[in-house]
């Protein structure tokens, strides 16, 4: 579904290159030191950086080039992810259409939406008046009207604590399947990886150092650079 | 481990005082003039009554043509952090602030003064020059505080923007509004309040009667037509308009910070618009930048020698500067004993404390200084000649004045180096002068250095109760420079006005950057 072909990008004196495919209904987790590129990698697919060469493709259509609006891709953040000053349906809403004119079928989408999330109820309550686990579940319902075929996890669930993230990521792995989407997941807890990806990626100096079944990258003892970035795990 | 929050007191009294003195002043006045019972009607004046309502007409007028213009220019500068001229034209929006009131009122008749560039005539002195002078000052001052309202806004949220498809309204409307609506009015209150309280300005542009505020009234009332008890009821008006603001303000508890050094960082999710919008920056540059080109060039065409030769300048620029550098020492110290005392507190848990305490040493934006001095005025003239005061109640004043910038400058950084530093110092048993010549300098000195800039600053530019308490004797820069323009030697008054904006831009710079150090060290 998501192809990545020698998409190369510069940041000042560093420069890297990324070469990864995801299937549809996958989610893929991404790990690996700060500053060794999953971020960046995930600003590329969505459109906020430009690469210097390379392609992405979705589902064999090239999307380089697009604006972040007009590619096949949705991204939730680690916090930010709503308008403190609209409510969560508001917020979801704007995922359909940012001028919020929806009709009853999109306000449909909407309400199946919240209920997918598990938030129903909660609609007219606004960022602020809802757990953080809440705020990234409405990130995902907004993910679920966008209708993208691949969506992009940074941090998501980072500031969680292990009990809801490990709920949140089984309804992520869950929404996927259903969609059929690809999905990439940075994550610095390698729990997560085992929980809802069978691969795993390791990305090291801004490049993808190795792919490989989840569990098998994790109890490598050969790579001293993955070693010392998993420590005693 | 954590001492005990007493040190304030003493201080937190002593302001009490110099407040509340001149306030019981005015106050008894009301029962007795002269061993007269005094007669209240007078505050039906038209005189009065005028007063009110241009006071309030010419700042809620200033205010409007002074934001509102700067949230497209504010908005500019926030999507093109690569301009490269962006640096250079937040410093030149940084110097109203450090430009005294009088030599802006000298630039701005320079340029549309009836010799200037823009000539506007006689329709100069009025409501006209005034707005013209406080958008001066202010549209600058609210550009500066707006811009950060921009950087406020997460990064995360200019990407789901994009990637979302947001127009440009819909990025207004739902990534723009929000910041600017939190911000915008207590930055729209502070003009206000600015405005509302501008003397030199009105003084030196108001026309009679007409164009009179209540601030300048007081004035008049005090030094030329002796009537103390309209001078006090136009005090009560001012401090109850004043007070009614700072509520509003208080209320909205999002006061904006004033800092000629700011610095304006770039976010980099921030989509680039138009170059167009660039265009509304450079005419506000040029309308900052003209008045003091304007200023200088009859600085340089006037009778330099014959100024810098006076005795009588010199005297003047001397007194402006002990008035300016003891105002700033007593200030930072005074504001340092507070905020140390604060910062105790919050750390016990006692927010509201602390919070009371930083309200206190920003009293004068509720009593403005004409209204001090009209009290002490009031108070001590029964007993002692006031005018040998001078200098004492002077220093007194712009030290009350000054404590609200040393509040806001000293405050965060002393709050954010007591939680660094307060529990490794213990560890490593500094305390006192040892901790203090180690630690607490070197980290605070560039926020001790803007403080009694910013003061230092204020002070030596001060055309208020100089005006109110000034003899021949006791004439500082200003005020010399408010008699020869009064006396039309218009060439002398633009070399006067010349020296003290270098004098206010030196004595900046030295305690900034002398004081203050380099600000990495």
């Known amino acids: 579904m998501?192809?990545?072909?020698?998409?190369?990008?510069?940041?000042?004196?560093?420069?890297?290159?990324?070469?990864?495919?995801?299937?549809?209904?996958?989610?893929?987790?991404?790990?690996?030191?700060?500053?060794?590129?999953?971020?960046?990698?995930?600003?590329?697919?969505?459109?906020?950086?430009?690469?210097?060469?390379?392609?992405?493709?979705?589902?064999?259509?090239?999307?380089?080039?697009?604006?972040?609006?007009?590619?096949?891709?949705?991204?939730?953040?680690?916090?930010?992810?709503?308008?403190?000053?609209?409510?969560?349906?508001?917020?979801?809403?704007?995922?359909?259409?940012?001028?919020?004119?929806?009709?009853?079928?999109?306000?449909?989408?909407?309400?199946?939406?919240?209920?997918?999330?598990?938030?129903?109820?909660?609609?007219?309550?606004?960022?602020?008046?809802?757990?953080?686990?809440?705020?990234?579940?409405?990130?995902?319902?907004?993910?679920?009207?966008?209708?993208?075929?691949?969506?992009?996890?940074?941090?998501?669930?980072?500031?969680?604590?292990?009990?809801?993230?490990?709920?949140?990521?089984?309804?992520?792995?869950?929404?996927?399947?259903?969609?059929?989407?690809?999905?990439?997941?940075?994550?610095?807890?390698?729990?997560?990886?085992?929980?809802?990806?069978?691969?795993?990626?390791?990305?090291?100096?801004?490049?993808?150092?190795?792919?490989?079944?989840?569990?098998?990258?994790?109890?490598?003892?050969?790579?001293?650079?993955?070693?010392?970035?998993?420590?005693?795990? | 481990m954590i001492p005990r929050a007493r040190s304030a007191y003493p201080v937190l009294a002593l302001l009490a005082l110099a407040v509340g003195a001149p306030l019981v002043g005015l106050f008894g006045l009301g029962t007795d003039i002269g061993g007269r019972s005094a007669d209240?009607?007078?505050?039906?004046?038209?005189?009065?009554?005028?007063?009110?309502?241009?006071?309030?007409?010419?700042?809620?007028?200033?205010?409007?043509?002074?934001?509102?213009?700067?949230?497209?220019?504010?908005?500019?500068?926030?999507?093109h952090p690569d301009f490269p001229l962006r640096d250079p034209l937040l410093r030149l929006f940084g110097v109203p602030l450090v430009v005294p009131s009088i030599v802006a009122v000298l630039g701005v008749v320079s340029v549309y003064g009836s010799d200037g560039w823009l000539p506007l005539g006689r329709s100069l002195y009025g409501l006209n020059g005034i707005l013209i002078a406080h958008v001066f000052f202010n549209l600058p001052l609210a550009v500066r505080l707006l811009l950060p309202l921009w950087e406020a806004i997460p990064s995360p949220h200019w990407q789901l923007g994009e990637q979302l498809g947001f127009d440009g309204w819909q990025r207004f409307r739902h990534l723009e509004w929000p910041a600017l609506r939190e911000g915008l009015p207590g930055v729209m209150l502070l003009v206000f309040m600015l405005c509302l309280t501008s003397f030199a300005v009105v003084l030196t542009l108001g026309g009679g009667p007409r164009s009179t505020t209540l601030e300048v009234a007081i004035y008049q009332s005090l030094r030329f037509d002796f009537a103390p008890l309209r001078a006090v009821v136009l005090a009560l008006l001012q401090l109850g308009l004043c007070l009614l603001v700072a509520v509003i303000?208080?209320?909205?508890?999002?006061?904006?910070?004033?800092?000629?050094?700011?610095?304006?960082?770039?976010?980099?999710?921030?989509?680039?618009?138009?170059?167009?919008?660039?265009?509304?920056?450079?005419?506000?540059?040029?309308?900052?930048?003209?008045?003091?080109?304007?200023?200088?060039?009859?600085?340089?065409?006037?009778?330099?020698?014959?100024?810098?030769?006076?005795?009588?300048?010199?005297?003047?620029?001397?007194?402006?500067?002990?008035?300016?550098?003891?105002?700033?020492?007593?200030?930072?110290?005074?504001?340092?004993a507070l905020l140390r005392t604060s910062s105790d507190l919050a750390r016990r848990g006692s927010e509201g404390r602390a919070r009371t305490i930083e309200t206190a040493a920003s009293i004068i934006y509720v009593v403005p200084p004409l209204v001090l001095g009209t009290g002490l005025f009031v108070l001590l003239s029964p007993h002692v000649d006031v005018f040998n005061w001078v200098f004492p109640i002077v220093i007194g004043i712009n030290t009350l004045m000054g404590l609200p910038f040393v509040i806001r400058t000293l405050g965060p950084a002393l709050r954010q180096h007591r939680a660094r530093h307060d529990l490794l110092c213990a560890s490593l048993d500094l305390a006192g002068w040892r901790r203090w010549r180690r630690v607490d300098w070197p980290l605070l000195r560039h926020a001790f250095g803007l403080s009694a800039a910013l003061v230092a600053t204020l002070a030596l530019g001060d055309l208020g109760v100089i005006a109110l308490f000034g003899t021949p004797q006791t004439t500082t820069l200003p005020l010399l420079l408010y008699q020869q323009l009064g006396a039309y030697r218009v060439g002398e008054a633009a070399v006067t006005a010349a020296l003290l904006l270098i004098l206010c831009l030196a004595l900046f710079w030295l305690l900034e950057r002398g004081l203050g150090g380099r600000r990495d060290a």
């Open chain 1, 2 to 233: 998501l192809e990545i072909d020698a998409l190369e990008f510069a940041y000042g004196e560093e420069s890297m290159c990324f070469e990864l495919d995801v299937a549809a209904g996958e989610v893929l987790s991404l790990i690996g030191p700060s500053g060794a590129g999953k971020s960046t990698l995930l600003h590329l697919i969505a459109g906020f950086l430009e690469p210097r060469a390379g392609t992405i493709r979705v589902a064999g259509d090239s999307i380089d080039g697009l604006p972040p609006a007009r590619r096949p891709v949705t991204i939730v953040f680690q916090q930010h992810n709503l308008f403190p000053h609209l409510d969560l349906h508001t917020n979801v809403a704007l995922g359909i259409d940012p001028s919020l004119a929806l009709d009853a079928t999109q306000s449909a989408a909407v309400a199946a939406a919240f209920a997918r999330v598990g938030l129903d109820g909660l609609e007219r309550r606004k960022p602020g008046e809802v757990s953080g686990g809440q705020r990234q579940r409405a990130a995902l319902a907004r993910v679920l009207v966008r209708e993208r075929k691949v969506l992009l996890l940074d941090e998501a669930f980072a500031a969680l604590g292990p009990a809801q993230r490990e709920e949140l990521l089984e309804l992520v792995a869950g929404l996927v399947r259903e969609r059929a989407m690809a999905a990439l997941l940075v994550s610095h807890q390698p729990r997560d990886a085992l929980l809802v990806s069978a691969r795993c990626a390791y990305l090291d100096r801004g490049r993808i150092a190795r792919v490989a079944p989840t569990r098998e990258l994790l109890d490598d003892r050969d790579d001293p650079a993955l070693r010392a970035y998993l420590g005693s795990q």
């Open chain 2, 40 to 79: 209240w009607a007078v505050w039906q004046s038209a005189y009065i009554r005028n007063a009110f309502w241009f006071s309030l007409y010419q700042a809620g007028l200033s205010t409007l043509l002074a934001v509102l213009p700067a949230i497209p220019i504010a908005r500019a500068f926030a999507y």
């Open chain 2, 249 to 336: 303000t208080l209320r909205l508890q999002r006061l904006p910070e004033v800092e000629p050094g700011l610095a304006v960082h770039a976010t980099s999710a921030m989509p680039r618009s138009s170059r167009l919008w660039l265009l509304a920056v450079a005419l506000a540059a040029i309308y900052v930048a003209l008045p003091l080109v304007s200023l200088a060039l009859d600085a340089v065409r006037g009778p330099v020698a014959a100024v810098l030769a006076s005795a009588a300048v010199w005297r003047s620029a001397l007194y402006s500067l002990a008035i300016g550098l003891s105002a700033a020492a007593l200030a930072t110290l005074v504001g340092y």
